[in-house]
């Protein structure tokens, strides 16, 4: 209790903290056994057999039980057992469907559960936040989302955003030195920190003091985590259509009865007719089928490092036409590997690629350098190893490569520090990080001491830094005056070639700066340049070519010089052949919006951009009606990824990029965006055949019982028999179609545009005719079997009620593509573009099902326990059969020609 209020040596004492090597295992294990895991209760849930019951709760679900009880009291109570079977066996394959698909989300979730940093054996790791104990030392930096309560015992230039828990919008400056009142306010515990807060800026290292329940974010927790998530535009659609075309098809089902009524049915049976066309037509299940849906395409990119966190992103997704990616870790490999310096007017050259221990550092002539005579080269590589956070691991003498913590391009000072046999200099200096890194300030700064000499030392863009140069160190350790236009042509000169260019500077002083005089220090030493390769990732090469086939646009946005990342560009043919246009920073900044507006389209890189940059070529890039991806994996990358229409953090990025993301990339690929977006296309392809299909059986259903009332035929199809097939065909054929594979290359076909309907004009006639053709079928062999064959009525009925529902079982497979046929390959619009056929095996859980559902109707019709229930009482022969076979195979027979058709006049009809 009142830990901001005790003294830190008393709160470390308490704890058993260690402050500089952190908790070993075994100390971790015995505190969990006292307090436990970090974490807060989960909401309570509601009990599994309450969650079957609501799955009556539907206005549906009311029909067929007044149904039943009405057939019960006055019809024969065989037809209520049949209602009952049918609303216990719907409710049991929806209740676990939707169990499945709730359990899919969940676990999606844990894989991008919080993470924390903490110092454990002496060693810096990354653990998921639940496993937090009271004692650990935690690391944070900006971006990261407190996962407990804490007592800082360092900072740097920290500021933590608190108005989660006060309120209070400005963030908080944090001071670990103050001991406060025991009466303090949350809002002025200045030297404490709170899980669920975000650190906005700087770094800083707490003791833990207090997790789950034991936290000030447990206090609100209730509140938060009863937030329920909207359902995506897409489902809203979906179900606003639904509505519509259940209100519709009420309509159509009322007029049924009346013109059935009034042309001599029975009352009960016309009711009883309108009540069982009515479960069967309306697509009561489409709501469950796109969440399926979205589930099943959220578990396949998951496993495709795509991890999605919203639901509006897999819909948005398929309509993406720009992406702005990241340059660094995304397009390139982030194995930073120094390959050349610049000093005192000299440039060398260190072999060896990656984190290879092995490597030397040579001249010009190609021969070894002697640091102790250079001066300049000393201090640039001492600069580049001493200004860092980052640490290298080695894994022991048989490992030829260094692991590496923290930043790699750090990392690729450190090495060559190695190379040039500097590793044991470090031992000898104590380093504070005054500045860290940060992209609007782009430069970095420590100071350093050694010897009872004290230097601040700083690395950054030369951009940045050359406005505070006061001089060159030469090679003897004497200094002259900077020559700018060297600086500048040298930088030049190694951005072309690809490199990352860092400039590193010392001052000498007597005071340790403040943090705010180091943001505007002057009178630096210039003692060299580092020019650092990133190479391109191959792969992400072919994803942009694949992008660019697609209609996608791929932007690169990085901080480095605009001559690297033309350079890298270029080698990805992020413009195709054509030299890429890049816009920089400096320049972007003096822009207008209007004039940002008119140059952000065709612009293909933007370099030394900041946050706050990005944030305006999202709002340009979307006035042109644009559907804009972005990456980021920073804290100020928040508000740009909030803005994007869908916002893609990294997966080594920060808390707060995680959290206003849509989806988040744990590979940090940008070949796993690209396959993102891929299946994306595909899931909504598979939504729209979902919908084709059931659109198809209820308008088939509706087409058939309609028609023959307005004929005046007796009804072809018996009310028990309509939810027979409602049962076999939209309950077990539907949620197959979601595992449809991608058909052809999704990625050679521009985006849907945003706002593109739901059905096109072709998928409507599709539905229409395909209904009209199994009404016509239906119907033809009702009469046929009536009038020419002579059946007994039950007879005829059992035939059209065996044809409609093989109709709708054979339509599945007309669902899977309206272009492809499931037979042969047709021709392509142009030569060596064939459409390839559609395999049954592609899809086995639709093949499995369809065997499935044909069993269930035969069994319908030739097992006497069930014929009873459906009015059935009469087998049918070899010849019904095969009538009943060769009339609902039609629906195949005429969507193929159909296909063919299609192939044929777009294959050789200009448009």
């Known amino acids: 209790m009142n830990i901001h209020a005790k003294p830190l040596e008393s709160v470390v004492q308490e704890l058993n903290a260690n402050t500089t090597k952190g ?89 991008t559960a919080p993470t924390a940093r903490v110092l454990r054996n002496g060693q810096m790791v990354e653990i998921p936040a639940r496993e937090l104990v009271p004692g650990d030392v935690l690391l944070v930096e900006s971006g990261t989302r407190l996962a407990a309560d804490a007592r800082l015992f360092e900072a740097s ?41 975000i650190v906005q800026r700087g770094r800083g290292k707490a003791i833990v003091t207090g997790i789950g329940l034991g936290t000030e974010f447990s206090k609100i927790s209730t509140e938060i985590q009863n937030v329920e998530e909207n359902e995506s535009p897409l489902q809203e659609r979906l ?48 709501p469950m089928s796109v969440t399926i849906t979205l589930s099943i395409g959220m578990r396949l990119m998951a496993k495709r490092h795509a991890v999605i966190r919203k639901l509006i992103a897999v819909e948005t997704l398929g309509s993406t036409n720009v992406i702005c990616s990241d340059k660094t870790g995304t397009l390139t490999r982030n194995q930073m590997t120094a390959v050349q310096l610049f000093s005192d007017g000299a440039v060398y050259s260190i072999s060896g690629t990656g984190y290879d221990k092995k490597g030397v550092l040579t001249g010009a002539d190609g021969a070894a350098v002697n640091l102790e005579q250079n001066q300049a080269l000393s201090w640039l590589i001492r600069t580049g190893q001493l200004c860092t956070e980052t640490s290298l691991k080695d894994a022991g003498e048989d490992a030829s490569a260094f692991e590496v913590v923290g930043d790699p391009t750090e990392a690729a000072l450190l090495v060559l520090a190695h190379k040039a046999g500097k590793d044991a200099e470090r031992q000898n200096w104590k380093v504070s990080i005054d500045l860290p890194f940060e992209s609007e300030r782009q430069f970095m700064a420590v100071s350093a001491t050694s010897s009872g000499k004290r230097y ?13 140069l006061g001089g060159m160190m030469k090679a003897d350790g004497s200094l002259v005056p900077v020559d700018s236009a060297l600086l500048q042509n040298r930088t030049e000169h190694f951005a072309e070639q690809g490199l990352r260019v860092l400039t590193l500077a010392i001052k000498e002083v007597h005071d340790v700066p403040s943090p705010e005089e180091l943001e505007h220090v002057h ?25 660019r086939s697609a209609g996608i646009r791929v932007k690169m946005i990085t901080g480095d010089h605009a001559k690297t990342a033309q350079a890298i560009a270029y080698d990805l043919r992020l413009a195709g052949e054509e030299k890429p246009d890049v816009l920089a920073g400096r320049e972007l900044e003096a822009m207008s919006d209007e004039e940002l507006y008119k140059r952000v389209e065709k612009t293909d890189v933007y370099a030394r951009v900041s946050p706050t940059d990005k944030l305006r070529i999202v709002k340009q890039l979307q006035r042109y009606n644009l559907v804009v991806a972005m990456t980021g994996d920073g804290v100020n990358d928040a508000p740009a990824l909030k803005q994007a229409d869908i916002g893609i953090a990294m997966g080594s990025g920060t808390d707060v990029a995680k959290d206003v993301s849509g989806m988040v990339i744990t590979d940090d690929n940008f070949v796993s965006i690209a396959a993102a977006v891929r299946r994306g296309r595909v899931i909504f392809s598979n939504l729209r055949h979902i919908l084709i299909y059931i ?123 309206l272009e492809r046929s499931i037979f042969w390959n047709l021709p392509g ?79 050789f009809v200009k448009k």
């Open 829 to 907: 619009r142009t030569k060596g573009e064939g459409l390839e056929k559609i395999k049954f095996t592609d899809n086995l859980p639709l093949l499995g099902v369809m065997f499935f559902a044909m069993a269930m109707q035969i069994g319908a019709v030739e097992l006497t326990f069930i014929d009873g229930l459906l009015n059935t009482p009469f087998s049918l022969d070899a010849a019904d059969w095969l009538r009943v076979l060769g009339v609902s195979f039609s629906i195949i027979v005429v969507v193929e020609l159909e296909k063919l058709l299609l192939a044929v006049r777009n294959k």
């Open 157 to 197: 230039t920290l500021q933590v955003d608190e108005s989660m828990l006060t309120g209070e919008s400005l963030a908080v400056t944090k001071n670990p030195a103050l001991q406060l009142d025991a009466a303090a306010p949350v809002g002025d515990r200045l030297n404490m920190l709170f899980a669920g807060t």
């Open 23 to 111: 908790f070993t295992d075994e100390n971790v294990l015995k505190v969990r056994e006292k307090s436990g895991f970090n974490e807060l209760p989960p909401p309570k849930e509601t009990p599994v057999w309450l969650q079957f019951l609501q799955e009556f709760n539907d206005p549906i679900m009311y029909i067929l039980i007044v149904a039943g009880i009405v057939n019960a009291l006055v019809a024969e109570p065989k037809d209520a057992l049949v209602i009952a079977f049918v609303v216990i066996l719907n409710t049991v394959v929806g209740f676990i469907q939707e169990r499945r698909a709730e359990s899919a989300l969940q676990s999606l979730k844990k894989l």
């Open 456 to 468: 601040v030392l700083l690395k950054g863009s030369l951009e940045r830094l050359l406005p505070r």
């Open 239 to 286: 179900a606003d259509f639904g509505k519509y075309l259940s209100i519709g098809i009420v309509a159509i089902v009322v007029g049924i009865f009346l013109i059935g009524w009034l042309r001599g049915e029975s009352p009960l049976t016309m009711a009883l007719t309108a009540i069982g066309l009515a479960v069967s037509a309306i697509p009561e299940g489409l």
């Open 695 to 817: 659109l198809t059986t209820s308008l088939g259903g509706v087409l058939t019982v309609a028609s023959s009332v307005l004929a005046g035929f007796p009804l072809p199809i018996l009310p028990a028999q309509l939810l027979w097939i409602n049962l076999v065909t939209d309950g077990t054929s539907t949620f197959p179609l979601a595992f449809e594979r991608e058909h052809g290359n999704v990625m050679r076909y521009k985006p849907r545009k945003r706002n593109e309907a739901l059905l096109s004009p072709r998928m409507v006639g599709h539905i229409i005719f395909c209904g009209a053709w199994m009404m016509l079928g239906t119907l033809s062999l009702f009469w046929f079997n009536l009038y020419v064959l002579a059946m007994p009525l039950l007879k005829a009925q059992t035939a059209a009620f065996c044809t409609l529902a093989l109709f709708q079982i054979w339509n599945v497979q007309n669902s899977r593509s």
């Open 523 to 547: 009178d630096l030493t210039f003692v060299g340049l580092a020019a650092i390769v990133d190479p391109a990732r191959e792969e992400a090469r072919d994803a942009i070519a694949e992008c």
